[in-house]
């Protein structure tokens, strides 16, 4: 069955150029010119992933991608903007996004980021009949649950975004160990954001903001200067 994608531009030459090469490279369109029918679209049906313009009418691309998120809608979105200020771009991650692409782009760029988002989209895997679905990773007073994508502190579900959660649980795979900014873009967005490292940083932020005690003195994330960050503390599985 074809991946279905949600198109939102409302420039109708980009609209088709879109369509067009997406529907060529085997995928199911459904297109939209302005944010509040693509909110409606996305909130009420099943998309695989949306590539969404930052400029529209009626609710703009980052509050439609702020909105999608509060309802807990984790369809992958890949934000076009036209725009080349760092803040547009690290703004549309952190409210949600999971890629951006700045215009002008080309038609086979497009195509290769939409299967690169797809291939590590955050759904969660299917759980085994044998597995036991209790199975936890215990981080200090986080507690997290893979199979569910489920994250609690102090037995207080926390809200992460995908990203987010792809970022933590390659930290726990990898406790004591320095990663650099570059090794965290490869592993959780699977290629290289030239010169983005902040988009890191970002995340590492978010992620303090939410399971850290004290943000300015971190027990969990720490940054090792001048090279990265690492998981520090001791983790078990249950």
């Not at 009418?57 to 890949?78: N, Y």
């Not at 207080?156 to 004591?176: I, W």
């Amino acid at each position: 069955m074809s991946q279905r994608i949600l198109i939102v531009d409302d420039e109708e030459s980009i609209l088709t150029l879109l369509q067009y090469n997406l529907d060529q490279a085997g995928f199911e369109t459904v297109t939209a010119t302005d944010g509040k029918i693509a909110f409606e679209l996305a909130s009420e049906k099943d998309f695989d992933l949306i590539v969404l313009d930052l400029m529209l009418p009626e609710m703009d691309g980052l509050e439609v991608c702020k909105s999608l998120r509060q309802l807990k809608i984790a369809t992958p979105i890949l934000m076009l903007t036209a725009k080349d200020e760092e803040f547009d771009k690290v703004l549309g991650l952190e409210l949600g996004a999971d890629d951006y692409l700045t215009k002008p782009f080309s038609p086979r760029e497009v195509t290769a980021r939409v299967r690169a988002i797809l291939r590590r989209s955050a759904v969660a895997p299917a759980k085994k009949d044998d597995e036991q679905e209790n199975t936890k990773i215990i981080l200090g007073d986080v507690h997290i649950f893979p199979e569910n994508y489920e994250i609690f502190l102090h037995g207080e579900a926390l809200e992460l975004t995908p990203k987010e959660f792809e970022l933590l649980m390659y930290l726990t795979n990898h406790p004591g160990r320095v990663l650099t900014r570059d090794q965290l873009l490869n592993a959780v967005w699977n290629y290289e954001f030239v010169g983005d490292t902040r988009i890191v940083d970002v995340h590492i932020s978010h992620l303090r903001e939410k399971i850290e005690p004290n943000t300015k003195k971190p027990v969990y994330i720490k940054t090792v200067r001048g090279l990265g960050y690492k998981l520090e503390m001791p983790i078990r599985h249950d």
